[in-house]
């Protein structure tokens, strides 16, 4: 299984909007900067969250993106299906019904053994993120990044971000 890069992206944007003071945003430019990706890309990667309800998009100078809900309400899950959608990640073709010895489906009485564990394991897969939350990862950054990084994020932040006006 290999989830685009977009999904790594989405994820780290909407941990850095987390931690941004009430009424403020970050524009697309300062996310891209402090993540050193390309612009545009990142821009369709959070068009995608705005459509899902999980950031929103304030227009104008003092615009940006913020989130549009609290940490503790954003699953992994939920953005991670908001950049690289909530199709299944195995796609059984049911190739056991082809080849020199293929038997038609009535053959067949359960599902395909291996359709049925990857089944399995995408579900537990989705389960897992789907009870992580983006407060989740911010804990977890608390605790493993110094005081002193987690300090020349929050300058750096300040310097770029922008007071909008309130919901």
Known sequence: MKLSEGVEWGLHCVH??????QGATLPTRALAEFHGLSETYLSKHLQALTN???????????GGY???????????????????????LF???EIRQRGPVASGPEAF?????IHVAMAR??????????VQTVA????????????????????????????????
């Open 16 to 21: 850095m909007l987390a931690g941004l003071p």
């Open 121 to 130: 394991a995408e579900k537990a897969w989705r389960e897992a993120l789907r």
């Open 52 to 62: 899902a309800g999980i950031i929103e998009s304030l227009p104008g100078p003092r």
């Open 91 to 93: 796609r059984c073709t």
């Open 136 to 167: 989740d990862t911010i804990s977890h950054y608390q605790h493993d990044v110094s005081s002193e990084a987690r300090e020349r994020t929050a300058q750096w932040v300040a310097g770029r971000m922008r007071l909008a006006p309130e919901k």
């Open 109 to 113: 009485r359960m599902p395909c053994g």
């Open 66 to 88: 913020r989130l549009a809900r609290s940490p503790e309400k954003i699953t992994l899950l939920a953005v991670v299906e908001a950049i690289d959608g909530r199709e299944p």
